[in-house]
Structures are given as C-alpha cells and as structure tokens.
Nanobody, 115 residues
Framework: QVQLVESGGGLVQPGGSLRLSCAAS????????MAWYRQAPGKERELVAA???????NYAGAVKGRFTISRDNALSTVYLQMNSLKPEDTAVYYC?????????WGQGTQVTVSS
C-alpha cells in the first residue's frame, strides 16, 4: 500500500506562483511513476504532469513552459512548481502514484487563481 498526501494549495492572483508537494509513504518500491492531475468543477480529471522513477517528464500542453514537476530520488516526495498561473488553472490538484497493477491517489489540494 502507498499513501499520498498533497499540500501547498491555496489562493493566488493571476500571474502568481504556487508549489505543490506530494508526500508518499508505504511500499514506494512498487511505484514506477508519479503524476499530478487536476479536476475543475464540472470537468473531468485531467493529467497535468508526470515523472518516472528515472526522471523522464511529460506535461499537458496547457501547462508546458509554466509548470515543472520534480521528485526526490526515492520518489518519496514529488513537487509541482506552478508559475504564471491563470484563472483556468483553478482546480483540485491530485497526486497519483502509478504501480504495475494499481494506482494510488491522494485526497487533493485546492488551487484557486483569482484576483
């Protein structure tokens, strides 16, 4: 089992920055990749960024160049640095751990971009 706890969300003005953290515990050896997803009201959950154990990254087109995903070597903590935030980035952000046969989700953290 793997437990994921997100933190770092909040209210920020357009153009501002936030850094989300995802602390993982448990059977981390089973995790091959970590990802950040987000879900805005009335919309489906979507992939924001992902990072593998080897460090390869992938970003959604809407955040490329503005968001950066990173992790420590053990994948025990994953970060999402969000710059140049826009109102359309408002959503609940979820951390996901990808194992061979099972995915793990955190409880989510709210990000609100508003003036």
């Amino acid at each position: 089992q793997v437990q994921l706890v997100e933190s770092g969300g909040g209210l920020v003005q357009p153009g501002g920055s936030l850094r989300l953290s995802c602390a993982a515990s448990g059977s981390l050896f089973s995790i091959n990749a970590m990802a950040w997803y987000r879900q805005a009201p009335g919309k489906e959950r979507e992939l924001v960024a992902a990072i593998t154990r080897s460090g390869s990254t992938n970003y959604a087109g809407a955040v490329k160049g503005r968001f950066t995903i990173s992790r420590d070597n053990a994948l025990s903590t994953v970060y999402l640095q969000m710059n140049s935030l826009k109102p359309e980035d408002t959503a609940v952000y979820y951390c996901k751990g990808v194992a061979l046969t099972l995915d793990y989700w955190g409880q989510g953290t709210q990000v609100t971009v508003s003036s």
